[in-house]
């Protein structure tokens, strides 16, 4: 992995106490080869560089769902910087090759050598995110880990395949960690994702070219029925014209459907007094009908059902709700550190 970095450092202008003027750090790295957006709240940009006596104890991590840009979760992580009162970074990391990078930076990295075989894959992201933590974090640095959607599903992977993580707590939102396909929402797109994703390769193709201003209005006309639409997922999803981007998204959801199948028991059972699950009450991806049978499974587990409304893509109108839910479960684990 190359540790070039574009824009790192460039902060937008704060004036501390108000959670909209908390700076944000944005950084694009290629991370096992691939474009890799990183978002990053609080004074600590590079935790391999700080001072151990200023070095924080503790670091949240958002691991995204699908689409899995970073610019989604800006209202998220800056509300949760806020919750934590700035005592602790608040990070979120793309997945690979689903943010469009800036100007002079590829998707790929410019490179005889393959770090990963399929890195845009399933499989490929969560070695892309375990990649991530053993370059950009210490190894004794304890985690919170926050998972959304499929991202859930990388969280739980990443614990089984790297139990030397410092990991305090996973916590688990609107998880789709089994059946996908099955799922209401899966056996609509099944077919799609699998088999006629390229048939919409062109017609963004098409788009991509459209000018700015009417990209912006397509993407307000499709949230229309949001009340209060976050505007930094208005901003984000004009990463959504452009064909490679929306190539690896399609790509990743595709490979979901197929090996999201068998919720992983075990590693839940090895990991239940770390994890806090969140399910959503009407979610057409992971519905009612799986929270109630994990519930059984694990009576003794965290296991929440949601009883705010919130959506499944939380990140489009509820970032401040989830954050403010978050920071109160996660106290009890901070005043042990």
Same mark, same amino acid.
């Given at each position: ?21 908390? #700076? ?18 609080? #004074? ?34 800056? !509300? ?57 974090? #210490? ?10 959607s499929i991202g859930c599903y990388i969280t739980l992977e990443m614990m089984k395949r790297a139990s030397e993580l410092q990991v305090l707590c996973s916590v688990l939102l609107f998880p789709t960690i089994e059946r996908m396909a099955q799922s209401p929402q899966g056996k609509l797109l099944t077919p799609v994702l699998c088999k006629l994703r390229y048939i919409l390769y062109m017609p963004v193709y098409l788009l991509s070219f459209l000018p700015e ?18 505007? !930094? ?48 009450? !009407?979610?057409?991806?992971? #519905? ?35 954050? !403010? ?13």
């Amino acid at each position: 992995m190359t540790a070039d970095m574009l824009g790192a450092g460039a902060a937008e202008s704060t004036r501390p106490g108000s959670e909209e003027q908390i #700076p944000l750090y944005e950084e694009f790295i290629y991370c096992c080869g691939a474009a890799t957006q990183v978002l990053k709240c609080g #004074p600590w940009k590079d935790l391999l560089e700080t001072e151990s006596k200023t070095l924080p104890g503790l670091l949240f991590l958002i691991i995204p769902g699908n689409p899995g840009l970073a610019g989604y979760y800006r209202t998220f992580i800056r !509300a949760l910087y806020h919750g934590l009162n700035g005592q602790y970074p608040v990070w979120v990391v793309s997945h690979a090759g689903h943010c469009k990078p800036p100007s002079g930076m590829g998707m790929t990295e410019d490179t005889d050598i393959k770090e990963l075989e399929d890195v845009f894959g399933l499989h490929g992201q969560i070695e892309h995110k375990l990649d991530f933590l053993r370059k950009n974090v #210490p190894k004794d640095m304890k985690l919170v880990l926050i998972g959304h959607s499929i991202g859930c599903y990388i969280t739980l992977e990443m614990m089984k395949r790297a139990s030397e993580l410092q990991v305090l707590c996973s916590v688990l939102l609107f998880p789709t960690i089994e059946r996908m396909a099955q799922s209401p929402q899966g056996k609509l797109l099944t077919p799609v994702l699998c088999k006629l994703r390229y048939i919409l390769y062109m017609p963004v193709y098409l788009l991509s070219f459209l000018p700015e201003r009417v990209k912006t209005s397509m993407v307000r006309f499709v949230l229309r029925g949001l009340k209060c639409p976050d505007e !930094a997922s208005i901003v984000t999803s004009l990463n959504l014209f452009s064909v490679d981007c929306v190539a690896n998204v399609l790509y990743m959801a595709s490979q979901e459907m197929m090996k999201v199948v068998e919720r992983d028991s075990t590693t839940i059972k090895q990991n239940l007094k770390k994890l806090i699950f969140y399910y959503g009450v !009407a979610d057409n991806w992971c #519905p009612q009908q799986y929270f109630e049978e994990i519930k059984m499974d694990f009576p003794d587990g965290d296991i929440r059902l949601c009883e705010k409304g919130i959506r499944h893509a939380f990140v489009l109108d509820a970032s401040r709700e989830m954050a !403010a839910m978050i920071t109160d479960w996660v106290q009890d684990i901070l005043t042990r550190l």
